[in-house]
């Protein structure tokens, strides 16, 4: 009988019951399955077969199962399983909680506690700047005034994000005419509360293009952002077939490209290599006629 896995009858084979659904509690699922395939380094037996299957396997196809089995226990289900591993949810629940009274540049407070400007307490304001050796802020109001105060009179939080949201709509609709341009947070994917750089699509699990790298090879390749690292100011960049520790300012959101994979990073450096062997052909002119589109 042929293999339900490779589809090959060997004569001389010891049949086995697939150790990813006999042999795991519970079995491996396609979800699991397809987190491994896309990890660098995956074998390549992930991407022509399936995970799972009712059928006996050959020797061969069983002992090819037994990595992945490991690697399910211990990159998937020894750290918490596919949803702890996922960044979107857990990560917007995690830094949240940790940041979520954080004074932030342009987010809205609340000030409290003054006693020789006693009404201002109780006002919403926007954070414009902070001046870090006096400890103060530079802060907005509805209206446009802006005054400096300590940074022990504010406090902010997701209720009083809604709070000066509210009033500054509120505001601008009765002053259309000294409406502001300026005075809502940027929108970003996992909140404005988190602990890598504000930038706009580029966050734990968004999609971006390389840029601006003196290794010329890795320019306007995919990548796929895992986590940031503070100290060193560097995103862990997922290629598909490798990691690279880059900058915020060598990337480029791409939101609407889906995630690399091992054969996406191939067919990228097969594209690298036969454009660079295209332009070693052509003569200086030609080159730089390319890069910058005239003959000069």
Request: include cysteine; hydrophobic fraction near 35%.
């Amino acid at each position: 009988m042929p293999c339900a896995a490779c589809g090959e009858d060997p004569t001389a084979t010891e049949w086995k019951w697939d150790p990813l659904r006999w042999e795991l509690d519970p079995p491996c699922t396609e979800a699991e399955w397809r987190y491994l395939a896309d990890t660098p380094g995956a074998p390549e037996v992930m991407a022509a077969q399936q995970c799972a299957y009712m059928n006996k396997l050959c020797r061969g196809c069983y002992n090819l199962r037994l990595p992945i089995m490991a690697k399910v226990r211990t990159r998937i289900r020894a750290k918490g399983g596919l949803e702890e591993l996922q960044p979107s949810l857990k990560m917007r629940k995690e830094y949240e909680a940790a940041h979520q009274t954080d004074l932030l540049k342009n987010r809205g407070a609340k000030i409290s506690g003054l006693h020789s400007a006693e009404h201002l307490n109780g006002q919403l304001c926007r954070l414009v700047e902070k001046d870090a050796e006096k400890g103060r802020w530079t802060v907005e109001f509805v209206d446009g005034e802006r005054k400096a105060i300590k940074e022990a009179n504010l406090s902010a939080s997701e209720e009083i994000d809604m709070e000066w949201e509210a009033a500054r709509i509120q505001y601008a609709s009765k002053n259309r005419t000294a409406a502001q341009t300026d005075g809502k947070p940027v929108a970003r994917p996992l909140g404005t509360n988190t602990a890598w750089p504000k930038v706009k699509g580029i966050h734990p699990g968004a999609v971006v293009r390389l840029q601006n790298l003196k290794t010329k090879e890795l320019n306007g390749r995919k990548g796929r952002c895992i986590s940031f690292d503070n100290e060193a100011g560097r995103w862990k960049i997922d290629l598909g077939d490798e990691y690279k520790s880059l900058k915020t300012e060598n990337l480029v959101p791409a939101p609407d490209e889906k995630p690399p994979t091992r054969q996406s990073a191939l067919q990228e450096k097969n594209a690298a290599a036969a454009d660079s062997e295209r332009r070693e052909a052509l003569n200086a002119r030609e080159r730089h006629a390319e890069d910058y589109g005239w003959d000069g």
